[in-house]
C-alpha cells in the first residue's frame, strides 16, 4: 500500500514538475519572442531617422552652399548695380581711437569713368 501511494506521489511530482517546466519554457520563449521583436522594431526606427538625418544633412548643405552664392561679393555688387548704387567719388574715414580724440580722413578714389556728384 505504501509503496503504490509511494509511487502515484512520484508520479503526481513527476507530472506537476514538467507542467512547471513546460509553462516555464512556453514563458522564456514568449519574453524572448517579445524581446526580440521590439528589438526589430527599434532597428527599423534607427534605420528610419538615420536616412532623415542624411537627408537633413544634405538639405543643410545645400542651403549652406545656396547663402555662400548669394552672398559672395560679385553677387552681391551685381544686385547693388542693378539697385542703382555706385562706388563712391570720395570715401571718408573716420578713426576714433579714443573718446576723446577724432580724426577725419579723406581720400580721392580712382577715377572709374563714371560720373556723378558727391556724396
Known amino acids: 500500500m505504501w509503496l503504490e ?3 502515484d506521489f512520484t ?9 512547471a517546466s ?3 519554457f512556453v514563458a522564456l520563449t514568449i519574453l524572448w519572442l517579445s ?3 521590439r ?6 526606427q534607427f534605420d528610419a531617422l538615420e536616412v532623415r538625418r542624411l537627408e537633413l544633412e544634405r538639405e543643410i548643405a ?16 551685381q544686385r547693388m ?13 573716420l578713426i576714433a581711437p579714443a573718446p576723446t580724440a577724432t580724426i577725419t580722413i579723406t581720400t580721392e578714389a580712382p577715377a572709374s569713368g563714371t560720373s556723378g556728384g558727391t556724396p
Open 11 to 19: 508520479a503526481r511530482r513527476a507530472l506537476a514538475l514538467a507542467i
Open 62 to 77: 545645400d542651403i549652406q552652399e545656396q547663402i555662400s552664392d548669394a552672398t559672395s561679393s560679385p553677387v552681391i555688387e
Open 5 to 7: 501511494q509511494l509511487r
Open 22 to 24: 513546460a509553462t516555464l
Open 81 to 93: 548695380r542693378a539697385a542703382g548704387f555706385q562706388e563712391p567719388e570720395q570715401v571718408r574715414f
Open 35 to 37: 524581446v526580440s521583436t
Open 39 to 44: 528589438a526589430a522594431i527599434l532597428n527599423r
